[in-house]
């Protein structure tokens, strides 16, 4: 009998272990988004692996989870897709008694999500960020002079932005952002969802065109870290990882971001799980574990972007947390906007006149 109860403990803790080597979570974020070490911890302290893919466009993301099953647990969409995906069903509501580290949210943040997703059912808040211009500090200078360059007349009119063509422009692949800041440059709406209005937005990137290199979402980082760029409309926290990529390889090359002066778009990046997610107690784990203050301090030391819990900050490096750009105060705050979700008529305005934007057709 006593050996019969041994076999079967040993049985027991064998198939445990087997059970806790197998556990893993498959997670889809944004590249340039995370410490890599914080996986690595979670999976030290849970036993859980982590499969890590990237993306760099909610575009990319969406074609991903209308396309049926993905195979992923954890997906980060921005909060206008991600109201539209509730909507279209792609995600499970989460199980918040598994979330006991919700209560470390900032409740601003919590209720500008829940204008995406009402009550907080599906998501919660992983980053936020504004779109501004990152630039080369001396070939700014010998361009504009002192002049700081924060408006977006810098970028979105053909004779301010063909002085940066020789030292290389990049632009987000990302229509919401690009066209919402022309669309505010040009003192229309930037949410907008008139035909006519994003057809002028389009108009308006179409004649800045010939001086901008490429639209694309993060090969910026590098390029203006190494100079191969010298002007991009970029996110907040990747235009940071640029300068400090610059000052460690200490080549000289010195990047600084600006919110333009006329107000900028805020975004918020949020974890949600896909419906059909297979590993649905290991995606809490780390969603849970995210929200964790140390932790989501140390993704916002790497990424310099902005997170939802307000106790990270103290254990944030103090210039991060001065810096406005990063969180940005009560006075920028106000020139702020943000843009609603798109029906999917717009949706297919906006994709057909991002696509004449870079094909010219
Ligand atoms: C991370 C970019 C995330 C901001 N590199 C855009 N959603």
């Given at each position: 009998?006593?050996?019969?109860?041994?076999?079967?403990?040993?049985?027991?803790?064998?198939?445990?272990?087997?059970?806790?080597?197998?556990?893993?979570?498959?997670?889809?974020?944004?590249?340039?988004?995370?410490?890599?070490?914080?996986?690595?911890?979670?999976?030290?302290?849970?036993?859980?692996?982590?499969?890590?893919?990237?993306?760099?466009?909610?575009?990319?993301?969406?074609?991903?989870?209308?396309?049926?099953?993905?195979?992923?647990?954890?997906?980060?969409?921005?909060?206008?897709?991600?109201?539209?995906?509730?909507?279209?069903?792609?995600?499970?509501?989460?199980?918040?008694?598994?979330?006991?580290?919700?209560?470390?949210?900032?409740?601003?943040?919590?209720?500008?999500?829940?204008?995406?997703?009402?009550?907080?059912?599906?998501?919660?808040?992983?980053?936020?960020?504004?779109?501004?211009?990152?630039?080369?500090?001396?070939?700014?200078?010998?361009?504009?002079?002192?002049?700081?360059?924060?408006?977006?007349?810098?970028?979105?009119?053909?004779?301010?932005?063909?002085?940066?063509?020789?030292?290389?422009?990049?632009?987000?692949?990302?229509?919401?952002?690009?066209?919402?800041?022309?669309?505010?440059?040009?003192?229309?709406?930037?949410?907008?969802?008139?035909?006519?209005?994003?057809?002028?937005?389009?108009?308006?990137?179409?004649?800045?065109?010939?001086?901008?290199?490429?639209?694309?979402?993060?090969?910026?980082?590098?390029?203006?870290?190494?100079?191969?760029?010298?002007?991009?409309?970029?996110?907040?926290?990747?235009?940071?990882?640029?300068?400090?990529?610059?000052?460690?390889?200490?080549?000289?090359v010195e990047i600084d971001y600006v919110i333009p002066k006329e107000g900028t778009l805020i975004s918020?990046?949020?974890?949600?799980?896909?419906?059909?997610?297979?590993?649905?107690?290991?995606?809490?784990?780390?969603?849970?574990?995210?929200?964790?203050?140390?932790?989501?301090?140390?993704?916002?030391?790497?990424?310099?972007?902005?997170?939802?819990?307000?106790?990270?900050?103290?254990?944030?490096?103090?210039?991060?947390?001065?810096?406005?750009?990063?969180?940005?105060?009560?006075?920028?705050?106000?020139?702020?906007?943000?843009?609603?979700?798109?029906?999917?008529?717009?949706?297919?305005?906006?994709?057909?006149?991002?696509?004449?934007?870079?094909?010219?057709?």
């Amino acid at each position: 009998m006593k050996k019969c109860l041994q076999i079967a403990a040993a049985t027991l803790a064998l198939t445990t272990t087997a059970f806790a080597q197998g556990r893993s979570v498959n997670v889809y974020n944004w590249s340039d988004y995370i410490d890599p070490g914080v996986l690595d911890d979670f999976t030290r302290e849970t036993g859980i692996r982590v499969v890590y893919d990237t993306y760099d466009s909610n575009e990319t993301l969406e074609t991903k989870l209308l396309a049926g099953k993905t195979g992923y647990d954890i997906v980060v969409p921005s909060a206008t897709f991600l109201q539209r995906q509730i909507q279209i069903g792609v995600y499970q509501k989460l199980d918040k008694s598994k979330l006991p580290n919700l209560a470390n949210l900032n409740a601003d943040i919590t209720g500008r999500l829940a204008v995406y997703d009402p009550g907080n059912l599906y998501s919660v808040n992983y980053m936020w960020f504004t779109t501004g211009i990152a630039f080369n500090v001396a070939k700014a200078k010998a361009r504009i002079g002192d002049k700081s360059p924060d408006s977006w007349d810098l970028v979105y009119k053909p004779e301010n932005l063909r002085k940066f063509a020789d030292c290389g422009v990049y632009f987000l692949d990302s229509p919401e952002d690009i066209f919402s800041t022309a669309l505010r440059s040009i003192g229309v709406n930037p949410d907008s969802k008139n035909p006519a209005d994003i057809r002028k937005a389009a108009d308006t990137i179409i004649r800045v065109k010939p001086s901008v290199k490429k639209f694309h979402s993060s090969e910026y980082i590098n390029a203006l870290a190494s100079g191969d760029i010298c002007l991009a409309v970029g996110w907040a926290g990747d235009s940071f990882q640029a300068r400090n990529r610059a000052q460690e390889a200490r080549n000289g090359v010195e990047i600084d971001y600006v919110i333009p002066k006329e107000g900028t778009l805020i975004s918020l990046d949020n974890l949600a799980i896909p419906k059909d997610a297979e590993r649905v107690a290991e995606a809490h784990a780390l969603i849970d574990y995210l929200l964790r203050p140390e932790v989501a301090a140390r993704n916002s030391k790497v990424t310099n972007f902005a997170n939802p819990v307000d106790a990270s900050k103290k254990f944030l490096p103090p210039e991060i947390v001065a810096n406005k750009s990063i969180y940005p105060d009560d006075a920028v705050m106000k020139r702020i906007f943000t843009v609603s979700a798109k029906d999917q008529a717009t949706q297919k305005v906006i994709t057909r006149e991002w696509t004449r934007v870079k094909t010219g057709r």
